[in-house]
């Protein structure tokens, strides 16, 4: 179960580096833009997110949440997202996909119908940042079922008897939150404290994939390398706001962009 997700950390570790991971919002700043995104990243990519545009985040700082209200005031559904997948999954260049998004949308949505259409469009996992352990167990067994990886979040503040439990109900990838900020601040903690609490996490579970989220620019991310996996989403969102204010065409900046940042992991 779950391939696609642990095959994309083994090929990285075989080429000894960490995965690199890309959250964009889903329809930013268009649908079709959003798609084309996606599609000019993906050679250099291992593990796509795909946020849930939403418009009372709980974690999105101000690029992200930017992007997210792009991508509402064109109209952005659900069922629009599922055809994002499904038409990105086609690319021969493809890479395992990941959505993140809020459980309260889910729900609305009917969680057996959205995770059906999940598993229709080829979607590798999910991450649901308002649905925590231990609250999170049943719904994590049902995409279990469905052949989809459920991602546990950690952070700083977890304690280590919580730490053993959440790791233990974990699928094939936990994401650690680097600092107690929202995304796209500067990185307050450093990168050796980082480090330090990943190995911690390491420690209990070897074997389980472990990726760092918030803080990770091309700044920071040669300095965080011994990662399973690091995630750039707000860096990647300023750049297609940016791009947008400088009438640039984002889906040529932003892939450039990720080049860099793979030159930089490797």
């Keep these: ?23 964009t919002v889903a329809g930013d700043s268009t649908k079709k833009k959003s798609l084309e995104i996606l599609n000019s990243i993906s050679k250099n990519v291992d593990i796509c997110e795909l946020g849930f545009p939403h418009n009372t985040p709980i974690a999105d700082g101000g690029q992200i949440q930017t992007s997210a209200y792009r991508a509402i005031k064109n109209g952005i559904k659900i069922r629009d997202i599922f055809q994002i997948v499904k038409k990105f999954k086609k690319n021969k260049y493809s890479k395992p996909l990941i959505l993140m998004g809020y459980y309260n949308m889910i729900y609305q949505y009917g969680e057996n ?98 990726v760092i989220g918030f803080g990770i620019t091309e700044k920071t991310i040669d300095k965080l390398k011994k990662a399973d996996g690091l995630v750039v989403g707000s860096a990647i969102c300023k750049e297609i ?26």
């Design 113 to 210: 119908k959205f995770l059906n259409d999940c598993k229709k469009s080829k979607v590798d996992g999910l991450i649901v940042v308002d649905l925590p352990w231990p609250e999170n167990k049943n719904f994590a067994k049902k995409c279990k079922k469905n052949s989809i990886s459920f991602i546990q979040l950690l952070s700083p503040t977890t304690s280590k008897a919580r730490l053993k439990k959440i790791i233990k109900d974990s699928h094939n990838m936990i994401y650690y939150i680097s600092m107690l900020s929202t995304t796209g601040g500067k990185l307050k903690v450093s990168p050796k404290k980082i480090l330090f609490n990943y190995n911690e996490i390491k420690k209990i579970s070897p074997k389980k994939n472990c």
């Design 1 to 23: 179960m779950f391939n696609s997700i642990s095959e994309a950390f083994k090929k990285a570790k075989k080429e000894n580096r960490p995965a690199l991971l890309t959250y």
């Design 241 to 266: 706001t940016r791009s947008l204010k400088n009438r640039q065409n984002p889906v040529i900046n932003v892939s450039k962009m990720v080049t860099k940042l793979k030159n930089k992991i490797l």
